[in-house]
């Protein structure tokens, strides 16, 4: 099985832990652009560690590019984090399954992908499925709305950043292009913690706050690693994404393991679209 999938597998697996991770800091105190900084800090290191700098720190070129996707990533970051807060996590998950809405147009745009009538079917397949899992009517939208507007200020970021990771990363080398996006991110993320020193000190004398956030930024790290390893080293950012689509599916599993009870209407809607997502991937694998 290429990496273009299993990659982004293991990152729909992590999703909902680190959902929850994220909503354990928030209902302790925790401000979501401390929880950000914190998580894109660590995932910073995490890229660091294992890609190893290369060329230097001397910007030119394309370089510029990463440094661009390096903000995108920072926003859809902080909406994601803001979707999470009070939000159901299945709802959160499941929403940001649009994005491969936004890869897949901006893929097929510039000869990224190759279009083809399963790689469009497969898409909005998973569009459909996405928004049963969220609910599946415009009640439940309109109930979930704060979520689901986050979310989707979040897939156009994503969206973006996945694409052109995709799409620009191989002209610079995906080590570099990823440590420079990582480390734009990062920088942002000191700016935001050195305006909340309070927050900080909290984490550092609460070890049983700063544990979640801490493990909110590993696990993010290590999701944020594999997905934009599969952009980068594979090129096929739409496949990728409707493979991490799979992560609204892992929610719903996730909900149901801790014990968190649903309306059984909306559980039977979930269930139907969670069919519906492993269908569009197997239509998408068949491209």
């Known amino acids: 099985m290429s990496g273009a999938i299993w990659l982004p597998l293991i990152g729909?697996?992590?999703?909902?832990?680190?959902?929850?991770?994220?909503?354990?800091?928030?209902?302790?105190?925790?401000?979501?652009?401390?929880?950000?900084?914190?998580?894109?800090?660590?995932t910073g290191l995490i890229f660091l560690c294992y890609?190893?700098?290369?060329?230097?720190?001397?910007?030119?070129?394309?370089?510029?590019?990463?440094?661009?996707?390096?903000?995108?990533?920072?926003?859809?970051?902080?909406?994601?984090?803001?979707?999470?807060?009070?939000?159901?996590?299945a709802v959160?998950?499941?929403?940001?399954g649009m994005k491969v809405v936004i890869v897949g147009f901006c893929s097929m745009l510039v000869g990224l992908e190759p279009s083809s009538w399963n790689l469009i079917t497969g898409v909005f397949l998973a569009t459909f499925a996405v928004f049963l899992v969220s609910g599946g009517s415009a009640e439940g939208w309109k109930t979930h709305r704060g979520t689901v507007g986050f979310t989707l200020i979040a897939c156009l970021f994503f969206g973006l950043n996945d694409f052109l990771t995709g799409w620009q990363s191989r002209e610079i080398g995906a080590a570099r292009w990823l440590l420079l996006m990582m480390g734009?991110?990062?920088?942002?993320?000191?700016?935001?913690?050195?305006?909340?020193?309070?927050?900080?000190?909290?984490?550092?004398?609460?070890?049983?706050?700063?544990?979640?956030?801490?493990?909110?930024?590993?696990?993010?790290?290590?999701?944020a690693l594999v997905v934009n390893l599969a952009f980068s080293w594979y090129g096929q950012p739409t496949l990728s994404n409707v493979v991490f689509s799979m992560r609204g599916l892992m929610a719903v599993l996730f909900l149901f393991f801790i014990g968190k009870k649903s309306d059984p209407r909306f559980v039977r809607k979930q269930t139907f679209g969670?069919?519906?997502?492993?269908?569009?991937?197997?239509?998408?694998?068949?491209?």
């Open 184 to 223: 734009t991110s990062s920088a942002i993320s000191v700016g935001l913690l050195l305006r909340r020193t309070d927050q900080v000190k909290t984490l550092i004398t609460s070890p049983r706050i700063g544990v979640f956030i801490l493990g909110a930024g590993l696990l993010l790290g290590l999701q």
């Open 12 to 42: 729909a697996i992590l999703h909902p832990l680190l959902g929850w991770c994220i909503q354990q800091g928030a209902s302790r105190g925790v401000r979501l652009t401390v929880t950000v900084a914190v998580a894109n800090l660590v």
């Open 51 to 89: 890609l190893g700098p290369e060329g230097g720190w001397q910007l030119a070129g394309r370089d510029w590019w990463a440094v661009g996707n390096g903000v995108l990533f920072f926003l859809g970051q902080w909406f994601s984090i803001q979707s999470v807060k009070s939000g159901d996590l």
């Open 92 to 96: 959160h998950s499941s929403a940001l």
């Open 274 to 287: 969670a069919i519906l997502l492993v269908i569009a991937l197997a239509i998408v694998l068949g491209t």
